[in-house]
């Protein structure tokens, strides 16, 4: 089945540690993006990608990177200099007719 | 200020009334988009529109292009229906932003 997968569910990590989410599309979507979403709040784009090997800041980049290096990946690091890692993150694609999203990260940095 | 504004934020209803949920964006869309986000907090796509109307069941999306507003209609809403509804715009270059959601309750 054509979707997006993200890995995994649950993380929990030490501060001062870098830590990478996976997310991987079968769709063929040109375009991915990443969000955060903190309890009883909106949607907050972190970073996206049009195409291969191009990506742009979205609304709340700092202390994130990302690397677009094949169409079907879109990883997105967090890294030591987020000053509040801990949320829920989902990866995105957009079709020609919806936006598709993973079923989400919970990233826990204690 | 954000893009994309939502009202309410909060919404309560008794099933089967007819809910409307309101959404304005500030600069030029080339699409909107309305999802819905369950509880445990997978989202799904609801609609995307860049003019006119759309309907899916009970379900009724508008877009206002001029007046950069587009509303979203359940109609004989159930408790199933209870979720957060987000609406986003989808801007140059496949800039994708969305805004706070309306979180809805609708009671047995």
């Known amino acids: 089945d054509g979707g997006i997968t993200q890995s995994p569910k649950y993380l929990f990590r030490k501060e001062g540690q870098n830590v990478t989410l996976s997310c991987e599309q079968n769709?063929?979507?040109?375009?991915m993006y990443w969000y955060r979403q903190d309890p009883g709040q909106g949607l907050r784009l972190i970073y996206y990608s049009q195409i291969v090997n191009d990506f742009q800041k979205g609304d709340i980049a700092e202390g994130y990177s990302v690397s677009r290096e094949k169409k079907e990946s879109f990883p997105l690091t967090v890294t030591s200099a987020q000053k509040n890692p801990t949320a829920f993150y989902l990866c995105?694609?957009?079709?020609?007719?919806?936006?598709?999203f993973g079923q989400g990260t919970r990233l826990t940095v204690v | 200020k954000n893009e994309v504004e939502q009202s309410p934020q909060n919404l309560t209803a008794q099933e089967g009334e007819f809910i409307t949920i309101n959404c304005s964006y500030s600069v030029g869309i080339s699409a909107l988009h309305w999802l819905q986000q369950h509880p445990g907090g997978g989202i799904v796509s609801l609609f995307m529109l860049s003019s006119g109307k759309k309907k899916h069941g009970r379900l009724i999306a508008t877009i206002n292009i001029q007046e950069k507003h587009s509303s979203l209609h359940i109609t004989a809403s159930h408790p199933r229906d209870s979720a957060v509804y987000i609406c986003?715009?989808?801007?140059?270059?496949?800039?994708?932003?969305f805004g706070e959601g309306t979180q809805l309750t609708v009671n047995p």
């Open positions: 769709l063929n979507h040109d375009a």
């Open positions: 986003g715009g989808e801007t140059s270059g496949s800039r994708l932003t």
């Open positions: 995105a694609t957009l079709g020609g007719t919806e936006a598709f």
